[in-house]
């Protein structure tokens, strides 16, 4: 199983970006994925993360109703949009995957997910 995270970047306070992580090596379709950032002298963080269905999604507090998460099956890929990016959300950004039984599970907790991508920055100045 490998993860591939792209899409990081130097960005300015209000702007946007999309992070993907492209997957290969596993049945796509039954995989749940999560974001995670890590900022310099911080602890890992929950981002985001969805159902292998798509049915179920959730994000951190600190992100809701500014980041989305998403896949699309097909480019076994998924996605995570970033609008409105803010200073404190500077971090390096990585996705995980895990092979779910339940269609809807969306593990938000950094340990349950054998598979991880290599991570992408992200900076936000003001």
């Known amino acids: 199983v490998q993860l591939q995270a792209s899409g990081g970047g130097l960005v300015q306070a209000g702007d946007s970006l999309r992070l993907s992580c492209a997957a290969s090596?596993?049945?796509?379709?039954?995989?749940?994925v999560g974001w995670f950032r890590q900022a310099p002298g911080k602890e890992r963080e929950f981002v985001a993360a969805?159902?292998?269905?798509?049915?179920?999604?959730y994000s951190s507090d600190s992100v809701k109703g500014r980041f989305a998460i998403s896949r699309d099956n097909a480019k076994k890929t998924w996605y995570l949009q970033m609008n409105s990016l803010k200073p404190e959300d500077t971090a390096i950004y990585s996705c995980a995957a895990k092979s779910t039984i339940l269609t809807v599970d969306a593990p938000r907790v950094d340990t349950d997910y054998p598979y991880w991508g290599q991570g992408t920055q992200v900076t936000v100045s003001s």
């Open positions: 090596g596993l049945t796509f379709g039954r995989y749940a």
């Open positions: 969805l159902s292998r269905s798509g049915v179920s999604s």
